[in-house]
């Protein structure tokens, strides 16, 4: 992911405003814009708050926001991501909770993120995200972007969003109340932790061979039931 960790945060980074950029390569100035070796590039000032980024955020339909280039520096196309007036409130949110930096120094809110792959080599149309959006790995979650594959600069990037593509998600059901789990939720949160398998690795709880995996992938849930990972119920709240 090098091309989405080298560009800058708009929330956190702070370069000089209004000074000439340096000559990285012949044509890109080192703000990521295109331009004439022999001018002179001014790097454009980068959001810091709250009120400076939201400039940048327009409403355009109910429930289409627009994020025009500028955000963060060599948007080529704009952003757009679709939610109601409630998701608005969250997404938005985290602009906030990310202002200046601040507490949450390291988080990069959705909205950046969604301008960060507008600035990515090759895009097409405009970097979009889905209802579910939040903040991701690179990109957010549930960010889709179109790559032109005549363009010999575009990017070709399976991990945008981390490797959690087709993960599996389980519900457990308590008689718990709220209340119950309020004064143990972070005994309760490092135990779950400690128990469900979750990131990356070459190695898992579940001793795996070839010919399991060939099994697994051609029987699906029934491979799961027969080698005892699963309840003959688990079936009938599955997705496919």
Known sequence: MSALSSLPDPMTDDPPCDAPAKE???????????????????????????EEAMQYITKTSP???????GLVPAMSVPGRFYVNARLSELMLGELRQ???????A??????????NVAALPGIVGASLAMPDVHSGYGFSIGN???????DPEAV????????????GVRLLRTNLMEEDVQ??????????????????????????????????????MDWSLREGYAWPEDKEHCEE
């Open 183 to 220: 004064p143990v939720r972070e005994q309760l949160a490092q135990a779950l932790f400690d128990h469900i398998p979750v990131g990356v690795g070459s190695k898992g709880v579940i001793p795996t061979t070839k010919a399991d995996l060939d099994a697994a992938l051609e029987l699906g």
């Open 156 to 167: 070709v990037s399976p991990g945008g969003v981390g490797f959690d593509i087709n993960c």
């Open 63 to 69: 429930c289409c926001y627009t994020i025009r280039p």
């Open 106 to 115: 390291g988080f990069t809110p959705a909205a950046v993120q969604i301008s």
């Open 144 to 150: 889709v972007a179109a790559f032109d594959m005549n």
């Open 98 to 104: 990310a202002e200046g930096g601040g507490s949450h």
């Open 24 to 50: 990285d390569a012949p044509g890109i100035s080192s703000s990521g814009f295109a331009s004439d070796p022999s001018a002179v590039t001014v790097r454009p000032r980068i959001p810091r708050t709250y």
